[in-house]
């Protein structure tokens, strides 16, 4: 007949053998390791990257580097799946110390807490102003990180990249600038109000030339000849990866007789990822001045 100390032992090897169990003792006996955090996003991978910390394993790596590209992942990066839905398996192969996600998009963090702790970031959490959101994201970030010095560095070179821009558009007369890339060779996606970009667009001084219907991320997907009815507009088409297209679609008669097509007021720019943070605002910032300081 087993004592009451056997019996508790043996009980207590059963339940640390339950998943909701090492979620428990996890958590209990965190220690954060900066060189094993996993991003289910790729958001979150740029909030990780803009505080100079390299991510062990993100999801979808491949496309990151068709749809993203800056900052580039470092090889050391695994890929553990699908951004809808990672490598189980793998999570728990890496056995990661903070699992980030987005909120509303990938798997659901009770799903991944027997895993590790999981933090999830916002879009946006004021309608409108995604890259206000992601200010804030960077400070939380930074703060649970123990790198909040780092954290204010980055964000005063986001105020100081806006700045320049601001200050370098301000004497370029310009038009104003529809964004957009091709999904498919039919329908393409244009960057409007509530959009990240849009709100980078008002600090810098610059009109955007879709006033269409949007969607809760400030985008919306059309047919490539509803932008035939846009007139006195500069374009800015973002390519994604070597086969993009819109190479198909430049052949086409009905791209010929688009207003913007017609009189050269568009041109093609490198990715930039239109649901990202302040990194791919300070991307953004470049490339469009860039592009209307030639096109002046």
């Known amino acids: ?49 803009s505080l100079g910390v390299i991510p062990q394993a993100i999801a979808d790596a491949p496309n990151y580097r068709n749809w993203v590209v800056e900052p580039p992942l470092a090889l050391s990066v695994k890929d553990v799946g699908l951004r809808t839905e990672p490598n189980m398996e793998a999570l728990q192969r890496l056995r990661p110390s903070l699992i980030l996600l987005t909120k509303g998009y990938g798997p659901a963090p009770e799903s991944l807490a027997p895993i590790a702790p999981v933090m999830s970031f916002p879009v946006q959490d004021t309608p409108g102003l995604p890259l206000t959101t992601a200010r804030r994201d960077v400070l939380a970030l930074g703060e649970y990180l123990d790198l909040m010095a780092r954290a204010r560095q980055h964000l005063q070179e986001v105020d100081g990249q806006l700045a320049l821009t601001r200050r370098r558009l301000s004497t370029v007369p310009s038009r104003p600038v529809l964004l957009f890339t091709f999904l498919d060779s039919q329908h393409v996606m244009v960057l409007g109000k509530g959009s990240m970009f849009q709100e980078v667009m008002d600090q810098v001084g610059v009109a955007n030339a879709w006033h269409g219907e949007v969607n809760r991320w400030g985008s919306a997907t059309v047919g490539f000849e509803q932008l035939a009815g846009l007139k006195g507009v500069r374009a800015l088409c973002f390519r994604r990866g070597d086969r993009d297209p819109l190479d198909e679609v430049v052949l086409s008669p009905l791209w010929q007789v688009i207003p913007f097509v017609r009189e050269k007021q568009w041109q093609t720019v490198p990715a930039v990822w239109f649901f990202g943070a302040t990194i791919a605002a300070m991307r953004f910032c470049r490339l469009l001045e860039q592009s209307l300081v030639e096109a002046a």
Request: glycine share 0%; hydrophobic share 50%; net charge positive.
């Open 1 to 49: 007949m087993q004592t009451h100390d056997e019996y508790r032992r043996r009980l207590l090897l059963a339940m640390m053998a339950l998943p909701w169990w090492r979620s428990v003792a996890m958590a209990a006996d965190k220690r954060l390791d900066s060189r094993r955090i996993i991003a289910l996003e790729w958001r979150p991978t740029e909030l990780l990257l």
